[in-house]
């Protein structure tokens, strides 16, 4: 006999939120439960978005759940709640624990350390009034979105060796990891610690000059990242107004692969960045870069360049092999009409500074692919803002 819905609701009520201390049944968390031939899926809405303690919550409800008689596996899915729900846990809360909402332990005065649940970081119902510095005219940051049109063409290893050289050349710089699926800038940065909290604020950790923000720090290793996309909007906002960045001269941001939530929102909290894309030369990966290229350009934000990565592999014998095709970025770039900045060759040292946490330009600065990502880095520079903001210049109504 299978497991009924009601069997789970009531497997599920001794689980609790790690850091209010309540039942996730009776804080209304449940927000769906679907059965099918043994097989449990659970969707979880949490407060806020980038908590924590996500990998707690799901190893609790798997605690609960897969010992069932007529469980065969559990998935757990995780979504957002929306203010008018935040409000109702809050009201449930002060109820339960009669007493006001710093009481309940829901007003952001808890959880100071840097494994505190994301109530802590970004208090319930506290959304309005948190300042995107970003989004200032006053700010000196050239924000830079690094994008490709599919993964495994190196945007990310792009994104942190351009970072890098950016900041050897004497400038501040910050890296956003906003591919929060498939985190990699802390490990290839050789981060191992997180941020600290200071105040009510998140300090980036720094490596080789260059401040990072990643999901990578909030989940473990192996521990898969299943939001919908309120989550990963919420999760970008959270990033960029609850994280002490400075006032860096450049914020990299490490978008996903494609044209998804991540694309979208950074037009609404990013709207003077700018875009690049990275491409291999294969027509292939041509075809599939475009379409992200033709998004940003639908959502306002200006496409600036295109950058070919794996143009050829140098051998041994100094003879150039192109073993992803030729042309791909050059066509993409005419296509799209703006420049392509460079050529990145297929170099072994690229992959084996990612996997060491220690970049091709900090592990051999005088390699053909460290030369190709100065020479792009020095373009960026040059090139200049896309967009100039003067806060003397406002509308009034």
């Known amino acids: 006999m299978g497991v009924s819905e009601q069997q789970v609701i009531d497997a599920l009520r001794p689980v609790t939120d790690p850091e ?5 049944v009776d804080l209304d968390m449940i927000r769906r439960v679907e059965i099918r031939r ?18 707690e919550i799901t190893r609790r409800v798997h605690e609960a759940l897969d010992p069932l008689d007529g469980v065969r596996d559990v998935t757990v899915q995780l979504d ?11 009201a449930k809360v002060q109820a339960m624990r009669g007493g006001s909402s710093a009481a309940a332990g829901i007003d952001g005065s ?5 494994q505190g649940h994301a109530h802590g970081q970004t208090p319930l119902g506290h959304e309005q009034g948190r300042a995107n510095a970003f989004m200032d005219p006053a700010s000196r940051t050239r924000v830079i979105g ?4 599919k993964g495994g063409v190196g945007k990310s290893s792009v994104t ?25 800038v802390p490990g290839m940065l050789g981060i191992d610690d997180g941020p600290v909290v200071r105040g009510n604020k998140m300090i980036p950790p720094v490596a080789f000059g260059v401040r990072c923000m990643s999901m990578g720090f909030f989940v473990e290793e192996d521990q898969p ?30 978008m996903p692969p494609g044209t998804g939530d991540v694309a979208l929102s950074m037009a609404q909290y990013l709207p003077a960045s700018e875009v690049y894309v990275v491409t291999t030369p294969q027509d292939a990966a041509k075809r599939v870069a475009q379409r992200s290229a033709y998004m940003a350009k639908k959502i306002n934000l200006p496409l600036r360049g295109v950058i070919e990565n794996m143009s050829w592999f140098t051998g041994d014998d100094g003879k150039r092999y192109e073993l992803f095709g030729r042309g791909g970025g050059e066509a993409l770039a005419a296509e799209l009409g703006v420049p392509l900045l460079g050529q990145v060759p297929l170099t072994p040292a690229v992959r084996a500074g990612g996997d060491a946490g220690r970049p091709v330009v900090v592990a051999d600065p005088a390699c053909e692919a460290s030369q190709a990502l100065a020479a792009i880095a ?3 520079v040059e090139r200049g803002r896309s967009r100039v903001f003067r806060s003397e210049l406002k509308i009034n109504s």
């Open 20 to 24: 209010l201390h309540l039942s996730v």
């Open 38 to 55: 043994g097989r449990v899926n659970v969707t979880i809405a949490l407060t806020v978005a980038g908590c924590p303690l996500t990998g």
């Open 80 to 90: 957002v709640m929306t203010p008018e729900q935040l409000d109702r846990v809050r």
């Open 110 to 114: 808890h959880g100071g350390g840097s």
């Open 146 to 149: 690094i994008t490709s049109g």
């Open 160 to 184: 942190v060796n351009l970072a890098i050289t950016l900041a050897r050349a004497g400038h501040e710089v910050a890296v956003l990891d906003a591919d929060v699926y498939g985190f990699s």
């Open 225 to 254: 990242v299943m939001w919908r996309g309120p989550m990963l909007h919420k999760a970008l906002e959270q990033f960029l107004v609850d994280v002490d960045w400075g006032d860096p001269d450049f914020l990299l941001i490490d």
């Open 378 to 380: 020095a373009q960026l």
